[in-house]
C-alpha cells in the first residue's frame, strides 16, 4: 500500500512538471550553458517539496474536514487533469515548439538563483500544480500520506537534476516536433486517466 501511494505521487507530480514552461525552459538553458546547474536544480526542487508539503498536509487536511469543499475540490481537481491533457493534445496538435536560444553570457550564482525563485514563486501555474492540485488528490488519502508525498517530491527532484544535468543529450532529440508530440501524447493520457479515477472516487463518496 505504501510503495503504491508513493508510485502514485511519483506519477501524477512527473505528469505535471513535465510540461516545458518557463522554469523547466530556464533549467534546461542553464544545463545547456553548463552555469550553476546543481544550485538551480536544487532550488527548484526545494521550492517544489515546499508547495507538495503544503498542498498535502496543510491544505487537504482542510479539504477532509469540510465535506462541501472536498466536493468542490474533488471535481475542481478533475477539472485541471481534464485541463492539463487537453492542453498537451492541443501542443500536440499544434507542434509549434518554441525553442530560446541560449545565450553565452556568465551570470553570477545570485542573480541565477534571484531569477529562478522568481519563475518558480511568482507563477500561478506551480501553485496550482503543486498545492491545489496534489494536495486536492491527497485529499483521498487516509493514511500514509507521507509516501505520497515523498512520491510527488521525488519526482520533482528527479526531473530536475535529470532536465539540467542531461540537457547536452537530450537537446539534439527534442529539437524535433515528433519527440514533442509523442511526449504530449503521453503525459495527456497519463493525465486522463489520473481524472477519470478521481472522478470515480468523487462519485462514490
Do not use: E
Not at 58 to 86: M, P, S
Not at 180 to 199: S, T
Amino acid at each position: 500500500m505504501s510503495f503504491s501511494l508513493y508510485i502514485k505521487g511519483f506519477a501524477l507530480s512527473l505528469s505535471l512538471i513535465v510540461a516545458i514552461g518557463a522554469q523547466n525552459t530556464y533549467v534546461l538553458q542553464q544545463g545547456l550553458k553548463r552555469q550553476h546547474v546543481f544550485w538551480v536544480c536544487l532550488f527548484c526542487a526545494i521550492s517544489d517539496a515546499i508547495l507538495i508539503a503544503l498542498g498535502v498536509f496543510g491544505l487537504g487536511q482542510f479539504i477532509v474536514q469540510h465535506a462541501q469543499v472536498l466536493w468542490l475540490a474533488q471535481y475542481l481537481g478533475v477539472a485541471l487533469l481534464v485541463y492539463y491533457a487537453i492542453k498537451h493534445l492541443y501542443q500536440a496538435y499544434q507542434a509549434q515548439y518554441a525553442w530560446g536560444g541560449v545565450a553565452d553570457s556568465q551570470t553570477s550564482l545570485l542573480r541565477s538563483l534571484v531569477f529562478c525563485a522568481a519563475l518558480t514563486w511568482l507563477n500561478p501555474h506551480v501553485y496550482l500544480d503543486t498545492v491545489v492540485l496534489i494536495g486536492v488528490v491527497s485529499a483521498q488519502i487516509q493514511s500514509d500520506k507521507l509516501y505520497f508525498a515523498l512520491g510527488a517530491m521525488s519526482a520533482s527532484c528527479l526531473f530536475f537534476f535529470s532536465l539540467g544535468y542531461a540537457a547536452q543529450a537530450i537537446a539534439p532529440v527534442f529539437r524535433s516536433i515528433r519527440a514533442w508530440r509523442v511526449l504530449d501524447c503521453c503525459i495527456a493520457f497519463l493525465l486522463l486517466y489520473l481524472a477519470w479515477g478521481l472522478f470515480h472516487l468523487s462519485i462514490a463518496i
